[in-house]
């Protein structure tokens, strides 16, 4: 009987974190890093350099289908109304979580000491590069969505929104042109949209040694149990949440808004929401989210091509909650009381900094450090939660990309376009 990916990826996880484990009692980290890791690396890069090209033709694939603009304004509409409505409760939940639970509050004094000294060099580099972010100007993320050169764009993963709004541009234009003069360039892009879903496909072979490979390289460079210990509350509290969004929201909302079964929406996006905890890279699993969501939800390419490329640049609703739970650790951990206003504006705040996030490894910290100079809190406290950040930043991308799934299941059915799969297994596709 052959494995579904997804298992062969779950064996690779699990594997992967037993190896490490053995290897890290053995004292043999350095073996592991050099030449185990660069697989993982490599496999993580192979995802990174087929997901601009893929946001590109499949955008424009999807964009030139559409019979007008009225349509394409219709799946912008409700895109980005429900990631705003569901970035906003995943910071509610962070923070009625951190205000009930206050995790800030059993940490003392002499752990608050040790986590600061030992981390206040990575905490520092966040910060500078958060300084210079503010230094340009209350609307600079404005004009950084508008490119002055797009192939500079195109060659930069951060710069997705970049490339997003040249595409949906250019997809306008196919709209807007004669249908005979249009013809030839979505043909192009079709078939060029067959050749790149066919190269992640080859991609997807090797994910479970990728897997393995990152795993192993975890085990080994987490700091000592005695470090994080004292974390622990902070960390169950951002796991909490995670929880409840992923597992109580989202289904919550497709009961209410699709009807579609919850069961086997996980079931179809199970590959994507493993690799997004092994990779911790929104970017990097959205190849594999959209084959989940497309062919395995039933979404049709049109609207996925839209939502979730646009979702893995500015819907991240597990980074949003766990800035607020973050925020709220920190300012406790210095005996700090914020108010009811201070809060509210840490709502606000996530909420609209989650769109300049970029969907890479660990790129929440720097957004968190505006979120905190906005709140008054001590910026230096972000050193507090560096020890246990890999592990939460594993679990919030997972919560990521499972918001993505949802909101683009729930758009497709709003305007008819979600159709029954015809599920595929990976390995078949190549045949």
Known sequence: MKLALHWKILIGLVTGLMFGYFMKIFGANAFVTDWIKPFGTVFINLLKMIAVPLIVVSLITGISELKDISQLSKLGSRTVILYLCTTMIAVTIGLILANIVSPGKFINE?????????????????????????SKGPLQPLMDIVPDNIFNSLSNNGSMLQVILFVILLGIGLVLIEPEKAKPVSDFFKGLNDVILKIIDLIMLIAPIGVFSLMAALMVEIPD????????????????????????????????????????????????????????????????????????????????????????????????????????FIAQAFSL???????????????????????????????????????????????????????????????????????????????????????????DKLK
Not at 292 to 317: I, K, Q, R
Not at 380 to 393: E, H
Request: with cysteine.
């Open 110 to 134: 002499e752990s608050r000491q040790t986590l600061i000294e030992n981390f206040a060099g990575d905490a520092g580099k966040k910060i500078e590069l958060a300084e210079t972010q503010k």
């Open 225 to 328: 149990y005695s470090v994080l210990q004292a974390l622990i509350i902070y960390a169950i509290t951002v796991v909490v949440g995670l929880l409840i969004m992923t597992y109580i929201v989202y289904p919550g909302l497709l009961k209410m808004l699709t009807k579609y079964p919850v069961g086997k929406f996980f079931k179809a996006i199970a590959p994507a929401q493993i690799l997004a905890f092994s990779t911790s890279s929104s970017a990097a699993t959205l190849p594999v989210t959209m084959e989940c969501v497309v062919e395995h939800v039933g979404v049709e390419e049109e609207v996925a091509s839209f939502v979730l490329p646009l979702g893995a640049t500015v819907n991240m609703d597990g980074t949003s909650l766990y800035q607020a739970v973050a925020a709220i």
């Open 337 to 427: 009381d914020l108010t009811f206003s201070q809060q509210a504006m840490i709502v606000l705040t996530a909420t609209l900094a989650s769109i300049g996030t970029a969907a890479v490894p660990s790129a929440g910290m720097v957004t968190l450090v505006i979120i905190l100079g906005q709140a008054g809190i001590p910026e230096a406290g972000l050193a507090l939660i560096f020890a246990i950040d890999r592990p939460l930043d594993m679990l919030r991308t997972v919560t990521n990309i499972t918001s993505d799934a949802t909101v683009s299941t729930i758009v497709a059915s709003s305007v008819g376009l979600l159709k029954e799969p015809k599920p595929k297994e990976w390995n």
